[in-house]
């Protein structure tokens, strides 16, 4: 298990400017953003036990992350 935070820059380097740009102009996009990032950080505390959680609960918290990013990489496809 990495314990390393899945930053949307990280992981869409090339995409920084569009993803800058929609954050600012697409009131959608800005809130899929700081949710992905909220649960991120959500995540990253459970997994480095600042937080800990149950299986259960990472695992749902992991899919909804996996969500996220999915839309963000839609909407960016899309831009």
Do not use: C, G, W
Request: aromatic content about 6%.
């Amino acid at each position: 298990m990495s314990h390393t935070p899945h930053e949307l820059i990280e992981e869409f380097p090339d995409q920084i400017e569009a993803m800058h740009t929609l954050k600012e102009n697409d009131a959608h996009f800005a809130k899929m953003y700081d949710e992905y990032h909220a649960i991120n950080r959500a995540i990253h505390r459970a997994e480095t036990d600042v937080e800990p959680t149950d299986d259960l609960h990472m695992n749902e918290m992991r899919k909804q992350r996996m969500a996220l990013k999915d839309q963000v990489a839609a909407a960016l496809r899309s831009a």
